[in-house]
């Protein structure tokens, strides 16, 4: 199992362009999130899914989409991207059921210029 | 009040010693609690968790939680340089998929 995958790994984007995030997990895995993680504001938490199909905003949604087409992917766009936006984000996967364990990816460290 | 406050640290101590992280938090609901472990430039990965309440151990790392204080504490015993990492608590209530996370603390063990 590869567990959690997330594409690019290193992103500089200019403030108005629009990206999408990859992630992507095998392990069947119903829950799926997005998290950014500034210094000193911890794991925030952007967007997540319960299911294909269903998706929710977390604590910071704004500025950022997602959708669930498949189990397996869990994109995160930015639609128009701004300085505030550099930061490192974190896409996690669980059961949703049982242990609380959530499996994070390797990360993908964004800088908008 | 924040929901949930956590030192940023960074905490030093020298290999051996025992380590006492700690995270408060103001969400009676709470019911799972959780340490995350996050090595540098690396994604958090879970250590241990507590549903409700009461102590937990698992080899070096014991984790506590005082609901009546809305207190939780994570100790290391013997610190090994390799336990130099962010210690993230995390918390979340049963039935819901919002986990909510302390600002981590940065442990250094020194050799």
Known sequence: NAGVTQTPKFQVLKTGQSMTLQCAQDMNHEYMSWYRQDPGMGLRLIHYSVGAGITDQGEVPNGYNVSRSTTEDFPLRLLSAAPSQTSVYFCASSTGRGVPEQFFGPGTRLTVL | ?111
């Open chain 2, 1 to 111: 009040q924040k929901e949930v406050e956590q030192d940023p640290g960074p905490l030093s101590v020298p290999e051996g010693a025992i380590v006492s992280l700690n995270c408060t938090y103001s969400n009676s609901a709470f019911q799972y609690f959780m340490w995350y472990r996050q090595y540098s430039r690396k994604g958090p990965e879970l250590l241990m968790y507590t549903y409700s309440s009461g102590n937990k151990e698992d080899g070096r790392f014991t984790a506590q939680v005082d609901k009546s204080s809305k207190y939780i504490s994570l100790f290391i015993r013997d610190s090994q340089p390799s336990d130099s990492a962010t210690y993230l608590c995390a918390f979340a209530t049963s039935g819901t998929y919002k986990y909510i996370f302390g600002t981590g603390t940065r442990l250094k063990v020194l050799a």
